[in-house]
């Protein structure tokens, strides 16, 4: 179920739940990607929020949203570029994406496993992503007043099982937003200190937000080492004596 882009917007820019949000769960990617000069960065499902970091150095910035959700214009004050798409079926060439960013995405998707597909498929080899999902054990995603509790909430270890059967390998993992889902006054004076107390006690205070850090797993082509063996399969086989030829008789 995905949620309507206009709700997303309202949230993120109009509200001061998503406004921490945004500071929470947007340092944290910074702290995994510091930056991406000359690289081409994309994101998709509503990553907008945390993108606009990347603007200034990178190479292409593009903002992929799916059909289900709808699309807006984006960077509001810079010329559009927000591309609305199918969910297992983007516009980009193959290998072409540097850092990968998904947001709202893979939790709402029906089907998750060729999503993650597509995302193998546009990054680079070596290339990073970003899986930003609900926390199962998180009070984020029990709760609908934020769009972090629709759709289906991940364990580490769910999403871990689930990105390496895509060919990923998974390498970081951070959580954010140990403050409570709530719009009253004092949870939001005090949201900086909970998020603070929460990565010092992340074993006792659990995050709403999981984000695992993952690269692209290319394997060696087999049939290439199966022509070599072929070639080569006996190469001490030029020390064998070889029986004379028998002469013919006149």
């Given at each position: 179920?995905?949620l309507d882009v206009q709700d997303l917007r309202n949230f993120y820019?109009?509200?001061?739940?998503?406004?921490?949000?945004?500071?929470?769960?947007?340092?944290?990617?910074?702290?995994?990607?510091?930056?991406?000069?000359?690289?081409?960065?994309?994101?998709?499902?509503?990553?907008?929020?945390?993108?606009?970091?990347?603007?200034?150095?990178?190479?292409?910035?593009?903002?992929?949203?799916?059909?289900?959700?709808?699309?807006?214009?984006?960077?509001?004050?810079?010329?559009?570029?927000?591309?609305?798409?199918?969910?297992?079926?983007?516009?980009?060439?193959?290998?072409?994406?540097?850092?990968?960013?998904?947001?709202?995405?893979?939790?709402?998707?029906?089907?998750?496993?060729?999503?993650?597909?597509?995302?193998?498929?546009?990054?680079?080899?070596?290339?990073?992503?970003?899986?930003?999902?609900?926390?199962?054990?998180?009070?984020?995603?029990?709760?609908?007043?934020?769009?972090?509790?629709?759709?289906?909430?991940?364990s580490q270890s769910q999403l871990e099982s689930q990105l390496k059967?895509?060919?990923?390998?998974?390498?970081?993992?951070?959580?954010?937003?140990?403050?409570?889902?709530?719009?009253?006054?004092?949870?939001?004076?005090?949201?900086?200190?909970?998020?603070?107390?929460?990565?010092?006690?992340?074993?006792?205070?659990?995050?709403?937000?999981?984000?695992?850090?993952?690269?692209?797993?290319?394997?060696?082509?087999?049939?290439?080492?199966?022509?070599?063996?072929?070639?080569?399969?006996?190469?001490?086989?030029?020390?064998?004596?070889?029986?004379?030829?028998?002469?013919?008789?006149?």
């Amino acid at each position: 179920m995905h949620l309507d882009v206009q709700d997303l917007r309202n949230f993120y820019y109009r509200n001061p739940l998503g406004r921490a949000v945004q500071n929470a769960v947007g340092a944290e990617i910074r702290g995994l990607w510091p930056e991406a000069k000359g690289q081409t960065v994309a994101g998709y499902g509503f990553a907008v929020p945390f993108l606009r970091p990347y603007l200034k150095d990178s190479r292409r910035v593009i903002a992929l949203m799916p059909a289900p959700q709808g699309v807006i214009h984006w960077p509001a004050d810079k010329p559009n570029i927000s591309v609305l798409c199918e969910e297992t079926l983007w516009p980009l060439e193959t290998g072409r994406v540097d850092k990968l960013m998904l947001v709202h995405g893979l939790e709402t998707c029906e089907r998750p496993g060729e999503l993650l597909e597509e995302c193998w498929r546009v990054l680079g080899p070596g290339g990073s992503a970003l899986f930003v999902v609900p926390n199962r054990a998180g009070l984020w995603s029990r709760s609908d007043r934020t769009p972090f509790g629709y759709g289906r909430p991940y364990s580490q270890s769910q999403l871990e099982s689930q990105l390496k059967t895509r060919n990923f390998l998974p390498e970081r993992h951070v959580t954010a937003l140990y403050q409570p889902p709530s719009h009253r006054k004092f949870w939001r004076k005090t949201a900086g200190m909970w998020e603070n107390m929460g990565g010092k006690l992340s074993v006792v205070l659990k995050g709403g937000v999981l984000i695992v850090q993952a690269t692209k797993r290319v394997h060696a082509p087999t049939d290439r080492g199966s022509a070599i063996r072929d070639t080569v399969r006996s190469p001490l086989g030029v020390l064998k004596p070889k029986p004379s030829a028998q002469a013919k008789p006149v």
